[in-house]
Nanobody, 119 residues
Framework: QVQLEESGGGLVQPGGSLRLSCAAS????????IGWFRRTPGKDREGISC????????FYSDSVKGRFIISRNNRKNMVYLQMNNLKPEDTAVYYC????????????WGQGTQVTVSS
């Protein structure tokens, strides 16, 4: 069974930074693209970044482009999302997903990690 687990969320002031981690277990992450998504109450889930399994290629939504950086370490079976210059509107639960491609259907989701940007 494919499993993903996010970590690294928390409370940060506007302008601050956080690094989210997505750990994979029971499967080799390098065969998958990994996407980061976020959800806030009352809004649809938003895809914000994705990294392919090969090369790799990276993709960002306009809302985070220039502020967030996605990366992966296949030896550690990990994907990271470095979030810089955080804004209150970045407050959300963040999820990672194993996908066939960027974009693509998700084979597995993590349970999510809360990020709160507030002074």
């Amino acid at each position: 069974q494919v499993q993903l687990e996010e970590s690294g969320g928390g409370l940060v002031q506007p302008g601050g930074s956080l690094r989210l981690s997505c750990a994979a277990s029971r499967f080799a992450l390098d065969y998958y693209a990994i996407g980061w998504f976020r959800r806030t109450p009352g809004k649809d889930r938003e895809g914000i970044s994705c990294i392919t399994g090969t090369r790799p290629d990276t993709f960002y939504s306009d809302s985070v482009k220039g502020r967030f950086i996605i990366s992966r370490n296949n030896r550690k079976n990990m994907v990271y999302l470095q979030m810089n210059n955080l804004k209150p509107e970045d407050t959300a639960v963040y999820y990672c997903a194993a996908q066939a491609a960027c974009p693509g259907p998700a084979a597995a989701w993590g349970q999510g990690t809360q990020v709160t940007v507030s002074s």
